[in-house]
């Protein structure tokens, strides 16, 4: 009887745990013009983040990230600043991260659209953490906190362990 109890609980803890996400194909250009896409990044923790140069909370999380880049050099993770600009506005783009000291993986030509198929809303900022399989862990909606990144990233590098990070996080 205990037997039955217990592989009924079980099968109800796996009913609980939501299906996967992939993330939506991504094919963007570099600041140099190559196409670059997402799932070329496969294999490695990504961080993906939405801006704009018009964007005063972007400017704000830019070199928190260009940061946290720095310190995650070592391990597979894999951060891009997706820029939303118009291309009428793409001549700012590197005029900007030269003045905020920002070092990250560049890509541009996204729109509000793209966010909205991230499952990030409409606005900038927004910020997508994948795994190492391009599935989503997190969501943050508005100008990510250090802790907002750090804490999916970390779980993801130590083998999930512990408590999953939030699914969603609204900084707006």
């Known amino acids: 009887m205990f037997r039955q109890s217990l592989i009924v609980c079980v099968l109800a803890l796996f009913a609980w745990v939501a299906?996967?996400?992939?993330?939506?194909?991504?094919?963007?250009?570099?600041?140099?013009?190559?196409?670059?896409?997402?799932?070329?990044?496969?294999?490695?923790?990504?961080?993906?983040?939405?801006?704009?140069?018009w964007c005063g909370p972007c400017q704000e999380e830019l070199p928190r990230l260009s940061k946290m880049a720095r310190e995650f050099a070592g391990d597979?993770?894999?951060?891009?600043?997706?820029?939303?600009?118009e291309s009428k506005d793409?001549?700012?783009?590197e005029p900007l991260l030269t003045k905020l000291d920002v070092h990250l993986d560049v890509w541009a030509g996204?729109?509000?659209d793209t966010l909205g198929r991230f499952g990030l809303g409409d606005i900038v900022p927004g910020t997508i953490i994948l795994d190492d399989q391009g599935e989503v862990i997190s969501?943050?909606?508005?100008?990510?906190?250090?802790?907002d990144v750090r804490v999916p990233v970390e779980w993801l590098l130590h083998g999930r362990s512990g408590a999953a990070p939030a699914a969603v996080v609204k900084r707006y």
């Open 90 to 93: 793409r001549a700012k783009i």
């Open 19 to 53: 299906p996967a996400e992939r993330a939506p194909n991504l094919s963007l250009k570099d600041l140099d013009g190559h196409t670059q896409k997402l799932a070329g990044l496969r294999g490695q923790i990504v961080v993906l983040n939405f801006w704009a140069t």
């Open 76 to 85: 597979k993770v894999h951060f891009v600043a997706v820029s939303i600009d």
């Open 139 to 147: 969501r943050i909606k508005g100008e990510a906190r250090e802790e």
């Open 110 to 112: 996204s729109d509000s």
